[in-house]
């Protein structure tokens, strides 16, 4: 029995550098970068100062959620159901036209609710540790789940419905395993990818004392500079990005446009550290090469790879050998771009935005560049798009994202050609 083919007919998008896929896509290509100095909280005594925050979300957040009913949603929440809106919005599929058991959402996100954790237990400590100061919304505030579960809500979607939580690999592990449950005809529709509002002091001062983040605090706008030799550290994100799947004849009898063909999805574990990468690359190699395989694809054809390139020395010292492991020869006619220079690294939400600067590079046939490269490292040599978009002939396009814990998910999809 032939497996189900699946398409990405919708993409909604919450950003440092946009809040809709005209805004997003022109900066990605542009290069115009989302990351500034910090401005959630006086930051001085932090060794990093510096962040891609979500501008003026504000300004959109009525359009999609009820004054009243924002008040009980996290930050992160939020964010989900206003980029889930847009995806399903993009895609023009109309929720009384389809059956809604066969329609689900997978929305995972690497840390939950933050925003509300801290507000809480600062009411708990100034009414002398009253537990009766605590919200009754505490819980379904903060769980990671409730993404997921909130956006079925609000879509009416009864289907399939679940949460990854894997770190910075969270919102393509949610995608990848919503792609196999259209596949293996659990669902025709999926809401699937990642949120993440986390940028607050605790979460922030947390990276900070992993010494993760880059201090490049006079210069915050060239501080994100993947695979450049001068890179420091990553610069903590925000955000959602949100795409809608469908089961190809799905799609096609309702006239959708599609995007692009997700073809192959693989995972793996490095079993090796808490938040290092294995130096060997064992786990980006073996993650790269399932998803090749569950696509049926052949090294040769594939055109660009959006890599993790997390603008850490260890990462991305490491995704360069994994790819050169996996492509052989092939690797130096590969473009490797990293689009975090843009965006920041948006944590668990990082690997749908990704994933959607995928499908918008196939739909206009642009490779995004990795920005902020100036100074060629001897241990990342590869073809890194450098500095400005290329117009190229762009068939198949692989997605990795590794996160802590050692979980690492590679996408791989390809030009929708009938």
């Known amino acids: 029995m032939s497996k189900r083919r699946v398409v990405l007919t919708g993409v909604g998008i919450v950003a440092p550098c946009g809040n809709n896929i005209p805004d997003f896509w022109n900066s990605i290509i542009n290069g115009k970068t989302g990351v500034d100095r910090l401005t959630a909280f006086p930051c001085e005594k932090f060794a990093s100062q510096i962040a891609a925050e979500v501008k003026n979300f504000e300004s959109i957040e009525g359009n999609y959620i009820n004054p009243k009913q924002a008040k009980r949603f996290d930050l992160f929440v939020k964010f989900a159901i206003v980029a889930a809106k847009m995806a399903v919005e993009d895609c023009g599929i109309d929720a009384d036209k389809i059956v809604r058991e066969r329609a689900g959402v997978y929305i995972g996100s690497g840390i939950g609710g933050l925003h509300t954790i801290e507000a809480e237990h600062l009411k708990y400590l100034a009414a002398d540790k009253n537990p ?238 990795t920005i902020n490269y100036e100074y060629p490292d001897p241990e990342c040599d590869l073809d890194y798009v450098p500095n400005e978009a290329r117009e190229a002939k762009i068939d198949v396009v692989m997605s990795n994202s590794l996160g802590f814990g050692g979980h690492n998910v590679t996408l791989t999809v390809k030009k929708f050609t009938g």
């Open 132 to 369: 009766a100061r605590i919200s009754p919304f505490l819980i379904p505030m903060l769980i990671v789940n409730m993404a997921s579960g909130l956006v079925s809500i609000e879509l009416g979607f009864k289907g399939p419905n679940s949460a990854a939580v894997t770190a910075c690999a969270t919102a393509s592990h949610s995608i990848g395993d919503a792609f196999k449950i259209i596949q293996r005809n659990d669902a025709d529709v999926m809401v699937s990818g990642g949120s993440e509002a986390a940028t607050t002091e605790m979460g922030f001062g947390g990276f900070c004392a992993l010494k993760a983040l880059s201090t490049r605090n006079d210069d915050p706008k060239k501080a994100s500079r993947p695979f450049d030799k001068e890179r420091d550290g990553f610069i903590m994100g925000e955000g959602a990005g949100i795409v809608v799947l469908e089961e190809l004849e799905h799609a096609k009898k309702r006239g959708a446009k599609i995007y692009c063909e997700i073809v192959g999805y693989g995972m793996s574990g490095d079993a090796y550290h808490m938040t290092a990468p294995d130096p060997g690359g064992d786990g980006a190699i073996r993650c790269m090469r399932a998803s090749l395989r569950d696509a049926g694809i052949n090294v040769e054809d594939v055109d660009y790879i959006n890599a993790h390139g997390t603008s850490t020395q260890l990462n991305d010292k490491m995704e360069t050998a994994a790819v050169k492991t996996v492509f052989g020869d092939r690797a130096r006619k590969l473009a490797v771009s990293s689009t975090k220079g843009v965006t920041g690294h948006m944590l668990g939400a990082a690997g749908g935005a990704e994933l959607i600067a995928c499908a918008k590079a196939i739909e206009n046939q642009v490779m995004p560049p």
